[in-house]
């Protein structure tokens, strides 16, 4: 049997990060989280550059980042933060759709609670440094709905994965995990 990669995907203060943890300290997943490879890269870099802006980061410069995370995880394996473009969501499904059980596990959350999720990470002393700047979540966003929602659609019909399209809009954490569960286990 081959092991799991879960892709969890949706926009900023979907849950992807909470999730993800949950699933890891239950199920023992290795982790890729891709935001958090990218941040601790130093800020002179030529990728902490475009992140700072509030841009994606090039497929072209992603890849390699991704493909090492991932030969050095073991097992079952959740991956938060990539793909986020059709040339990645592509890439995934051709490098690794033989390799693992692939299923996309989408967080859906309209926008008006993304932001209010992120602003309540804002007052409760955690988020990321970009969260507070208005004009930078603001473009997370754009991206999000131009850019990665044409990936999650593709991935909803490609051959070689499981999709499952969840809502986590709930403010009772134990009800969205007991859903993002269910569709990891389908």
Do not use: C
């Not at 700072?52 to 410069?61: F, K, N, Y």
């Not at 602003?119 to 970009?130: F, S, T, V």
């Amino acid at each position: 049997m081959k092991p799991k990669m879960i892709l969890l995907m949706g926009g900023q203060g979907v849950g992807k990060g909470t999730h993800a943890r949950a699933l890891i300290a239950r199920d023992g997943y290795g982790y890729v989280e891709t935001g958090a490879i990218l941040r601790a890269l130093p800020a002179e870099s030529k990728l902490a550059k475009i992140i700072a802006r509030g841009e994606l980061v090039p497929d072209s410069d992603l890849f390699d980042v991704i493909a090492d995370a991932i030969s050095k995880t073991s097992g079952d394996i959740i991956l938060d933060g990539f793909p986020r473009t059709i040339g990645q969501a592509q890439w995934i499904v051709k490098n690794y759709a033989d390799k693992f059980d692939v299923r996309v596990i989408y967080l859906n959350v309209p926008e008006d609670i993304m932001l209010a999720r992120i602003q309540k990470r804002i007052r409760e002393g955690g988020g990321r440094a970009d969260d507070a700047d208005e004009n930078v979540v603001r473009r997370r966003l754009d991206s999000f709905w131009k850019i990665t929602m044409p990936a999650i659609e593709w991935l909803r019909t490609a051959d070689g994965i499981k999709f499952a399209d969840v809502d986590t809009t709930d403010e009772d954490f134990n009800v969205n995990f007991a859903r993002v569960s269910a569709a990891v286990a389908g």
